[in-house]
Every structure is written in structure tokens, then in C-alpha cells.
């Protein structure tokens, strides 16, 4: 399925965008900073957020983030700050393609409006997956940058709440989760280089 996904969002690189929005950060001055000189970027993360580097640690966590070999850094946010609700991940991805292999578009992946993350146009693509009491949302955007394909993304993963007892656990907020998330994704900066 994870194949499947990510060949269907490599299709939408080429398809025609529907708009583009930029996305608002908010302040990020306290925030830490994951730099990866070798591979072009930056991208700067609270401290309710950790940094996974190892794909299959970060394969193995609870929620289900489209995890490759392309895959540079996880920002995993720590979900112990949600407890007592339903959440089970949420984390933004950035991976890195060398080469462009064209796939079929897949039902599962819907095409959105591209965004800019400084001054970066990248385009989008939405989806979802559910299973066994679990879901999970995720949005992935990819852009075309010094001979690269940068993808970053983010994922939500939760649980059914009715899965619980009655009054045990509680719905988390999606929408303050996804503009957390989102707020990491514009913060991703391309290091330039010097001429």
C-alpha cells in the first residue's frame, strides 16, 4: 500500500495544480532546527517534536507515515502530550528522490492546490486510510529543486474513539494537530548555494 501511495503522488508532480496558498508558520523563535547540509535543507520543529533519521524506527512507531527509502527525517511529535485522547501520530516527513520514475494516478491520492513554502512552489496531493479502528490522513507535497525532488509531508494517525469506554478518552483536536503539522512543513527552506 505504502508503494502504491507514493508512486500515486509521484503521478501528481506532473498534473496540473488546482491554485496555490502559502503557509503561515506562526513564531517559530524558540524552535530547534534539523539541517542537512548533504542534502540541501533545513526544517525547524517545537519541542514537543523529535527527530527520527532511522527509517525503520520510524516505520515501527504507531501511526502510519509513508516511510521510504527516499525518506531524510521523520519529526515525529511526542505523543505522550496527548493523552487521555485518541491521537496515535502525527509527524511531518521530508525525503529526497534523485530520479523521477512516472507512475498512474491511484484513486487513494486526491490532487490539492499547490502551496508555497519560502517562496518554493510544490504540488499536492491528500488521502486517507482506515483499518481495524485506526485512521490515518495524510497531505504530501513534492517540488522539483536542484536536481531533486524534495517530498515533504505530514500524517495524522488516530484511533476510533468509540473503541474506548465511555468518557475515558477524548477526541483530540485535528484541526490545532494539522496547523502544528503544517507550521513544521513552512518552515522547510532549501540551503542555497553560495555564490
Same mark, same amino acid.
Given at each position: ?12 508532480? *506532473? ?17 530547534? #532546527?534539523?539541517?542537512?547540509?548533504? /542534502? ?6 517545537? #519541542? ?59 484513486? #487513494? ?29 495524510? #497531505? ?19 484511533? /476510533? ?26 518552515? *522547510? ?7
Amino acid at each position: 500500500m505504502k508503494k502504491i501511495l507514493f508512486a500515486a503522488l509521484l503521478a501528481l508532480i *506532473f498534473s496540473a495544480g488546482c491554485g496555490t496558498s502559502s503557509i503561515k508558520t506562526g513564531d517559530t523563535g524558540n524552535w530547534k #532546527e534539523y539541517s542537512s547540509a548533504g /542534502n540541501g535543507f533545513t526544517i525547524k520543529y517545537p #519541542e514537543n517534536f523529535q527527530v527520527i533519521t532511522d527509517n525503520k524506527k520510524a516505520n515501527a512507531m504507531n501511526y502510519l507515515p509513508l516511510i521510504s527509502k527516499s525518506t531524510v527525517v521523520t519529526i515525529s511529535r511526542n505523543i505522550s502530550t496527548a493523552k487521555k485522547t485518541n491521537l496515535s501520530g502525527a509527524a511531518v516527513t521530508v525525503g529526497i528522490l534523485k530520479k523521477f520514475r512516472p507512475a498512474s494516478i491511484n484513486d #487513494e491520492i486526491e490532487k490539492t492546490d499547490d502551496i508555497k513554502i519560502n517562496d518554493v512552489t510544490f504540488s499536492g496531493g491528500k488521502g486517507s486510510d482506515a483499518g481495524a479502528g485506526n485512521y490515518a490522513y495524510y #497531505e504530501t507535497y513534492s517540488a522539483y529543486i536542484n536536481k531533486k525532488w524534495y517530498i515533504v509531508s505530514f500524517y495524522i494517525s488516530s484511533t /476510533n474513539i468509540h473503541n474506548y469506554d465511555p468518557g475515558t478518552v477524548h477526541e483530540f483536536d485535528r484541526d490545532s494537530i494539522m496547523q502544528e503539522l503544517k507550521s513544521i512543513m513552512g518552515t *522547510f527552506s532549501i540551503i542555497r548555494a553560495k555564490k
